[in-house]
C-alpha cells in the first residue's frame, strides 16, 4: 500500500508559465499571442461584458419596451355580509369556514367583506369594513 511519504508529482502536471511579449527571440513577441491587430488584440478584450454582442445593436434593445405593471399581491374577493347568512349563530367565520359551506371557491386566497346587512351574530375572523364591523357589533357579533 502507497504512503503518504512515497506521493509524488506527476511530471506532466507542472507546466511552465508562458512568458508573451519579450521580444523577438522569445518566441512569443511581436503580437504575443493575440493575433493580428483588432478589437480582440486590444487591452480589456477578456473583460468584456457577458451580454456584449460584437457591436450589432444588442437583442435586449431591439425589443419593444414592455409597459405596465402587475403586482404580485393578489387582491382580495369580496364577498358580501349577506352572503353568510347560510352560517348560524355563535358560528366562527374564517376561510376555512368559507370554503367547507360553498360560499367560496377552494382557489380563492384572500377575502374581504364588505357591506350587507344582518341579525345572526358571528365571530368574523376575515378582514371586513367599517360599515361590516359595525353592522355585526350591532347585531351582538365579534370581529376577531
Do not use: C
Not at 5 to 11: A, E, G, R, S, Y
Not at 28 to 36: A, D, L, P
Not at 59 to 65: A, G, S
Not at 127 to 144: D, L, M, N, R, T
Amino acid at each position: 500500500m502507497i504512503k503518504l511519504h512515497q506521493l509524488k508529482k506527476n511530471p506532466k502536471s507542472i507546466h511552465r508559465r508562458k512568458v508573451v511579449g519579450r521580444g523577438l527571440g522569445s518566441g512569443k513577441g511581436t503580437y504575443s499571442t493575440r493575433g493580428g491587430k483588432g478589437q480582440t488584440a486590444r487591452t480589456g478584450h477578456s473583460k468584456m461584458p457577458a451580454i456584449f454582442e460584437g457591436g450589432r445593436q444588442p437583442l435586449v434593445r431591439q425589443l419593444p419596451k414592455s409597459r405596465g405593471f402587475r403586482s404580485l399581491n393578489s387582491k382580495a374577493t369580496v364577498i358580501s355580509l349577506s352572503d353568510l347568512d347560510v352560517f348560524k349563530d355563535g358560528d366562527t367565520v374564517d376561510l376555512k369556514a368559507l370554503y367547507a359551506k360553498g360560499v367560496v371557491d377552494a382557489s380563492i386566497l384572500k377575502v374581504k367583506v364588505l357591506k350587507g346587512e344582518t341579525k345572526k351574530k358571528f365571530n368574523i375572523n376575515l378582514p371586513v369594513s367599517a360599515s361590516v364591523k359595525e353592522a355585526v357589533e350591532k347585531a351582538g357579533g365579534k370581529i376577531v
